[in-house]
C-alpha cells in the first residue's frame, strides 16, 4: 500500500509561481509512474502532467505546457510540479497519483492510476 501526501499549494496571484510536492511511502517509488491531476469545483479531475518511473519521460496537458514542469527524486521518494506563470484557470485541488507499470509510457487517465494523494489547494487571484 502506497501512501501520498502532498504540500506546497496555497494562495498565488496571477503571474506568480508555485511549487507542489508529493511525499511518497510505503512502496518502492521507482515501481510508479507518477501524475498530477487537478479538480476545479463543479468540474471533472482532469490530468495535469505524468513522469515516467526513471524521470526520462514527461507529458503535460496542453492548458499547462511551457509553463508547468514535473519531476522526481527517486532517491527521496518524492515527485513536484513546479508552475510558473499562474492564472486563475489554475485554481484546483491538485492530487499527485501514482501507476504501477513496467512500461514508459505516461497514461493520463484518472482510471489507470492505482493510489492517490489527499489532494492540496492552489487557489490563483487575479
Known amino acids: 500500500q502506497v501512501q501520498l501526501v502532498e504540500a506546497g499549494g496555497g494562495p498565488v496571484q496571477a503571474g506568480g509561481s508555485l511549487s507542489l510536492s508529493c511525499i511518497a511511502s510505503g512502496g518502492t517509488f521507482v515501481d510508479y509512474a507518477m501524475g498530477w491531476f487537478r479538480q476545479a469545483p463543479g468540474k471533472q479531475r482532469e490530468f495535469v502532467a505524468g513522469i515516467s518511473r526513471n524521470g526520462k519521460s514527461t507529458y503535460y496537458a496542453d492548458s499547462v505546457k511551457g509553463r508547468f514542469t514535473i519531476s522526481r527524486d527517486n532517491a527521496k521518494n518524492t515527485a513536484y510540479l513546479q508552475s510558473i506563470m499562474l492564472i486563475p484557470e489554475d485554481t484546483a485541488v491538485y492530487y499527485c497519483?501514482?501507476?504501477?507499470?513496467?512500461?514508459?509510457?505516461?497514461?493520463?487517465?484518472?482510471?489507470?492510476?492505482?493510489?492517490w494523494g489527499q489532494g492540496t489547494q492552489v487557489t490563483v487571484s487575479s
Open positions: 497519483a501514482a501507476r504501477a507499470t513496467n512500461f514508459a509510457t505516461i497514461v493520463p487517465s484518472a482510471r489507470q492510476y492505482d493510489y
